[in-house]
């Protein structure tokens, strides 16, 4: 069993109705799926919101300005491309203004394009109902310690 430490960042991303954007993601060592927020490595060099913003807009497309210098920091234990990532990832907030903000690809690496299937914008409630593992499990705490006021209904998602 590989283990990895590698310093991460990620980034809530809540839209006008309060929904929480989230990818899907197929594993290319074993095709498991898992849903998770944007986010990705710091890069040597590289502040953790510089790479919060970095990866926002690589991943998403989405303006990395929105993303406020404020984070959390969340353990992470996840399986990924036959290895494990153990560790601290800081977890960043952006609000978006329009409901559902569209999202490009255009940012992402080859392997990444052939392992992102599609996205979502969840309410807090609906994360509970998806079929495949949300990451990190303790998602909703996290939006609370980020977001605490911020609820809303609706759901959607689209490829």
Same mark, same amino acid.
């Given at each position: 069993m %590989?283990? &990895?430490q590698r310093p991460a960042v990620r980034v809530l991303c809540l839209d006008a109705a309060h929904r929480v954007l989230l990818l899907r993601w197929r594993d290319p060592f074993d095709g498991t799926w898992l849903w998770e927020p944007p986010g990705g490595g710091i890069e040597p +060099? %590289? %502040?953790p919101l510089e790479a919060a913003r970095r990866e926002l807009a690589e991943e998403t497309g989405l303006d990395p300005d929105s993303v406020l210098d404020r984070s959390v920091p969340v353990d992470r234990d996840v399986w990924w491309n036959g290895k494990r990532y153990i560790g601290t990832e800081r977890f960043y907030l952006a609000r978006f203004a329009t409901e559902? $903000?569209?999202l490009t690809r255009a940012g992402l690496l080859p392997h990444e394009r052939t392992s992102l299937d599609t996205h979502g914008w969840f309410s807090r409630a609906d =994360? /509970? &109902?998806l079929t495949d $593992?949300? %990451?990190p499990p303790q998602l909703l705490d996290v939006l609370g310690l =980020? /977001? $605490?006021d911020d609820s809303g $209904? +609706?759901? &959607?998602t689209y490829a």
């Open positions: %590989e283990t &990895s +060099g %590289e %502040e559902q $903000p569209s =994360l /509970a &109902s $593992p949300v %990451e =980020l /977001a $605490p $209904p +609706g759901r &959607s």
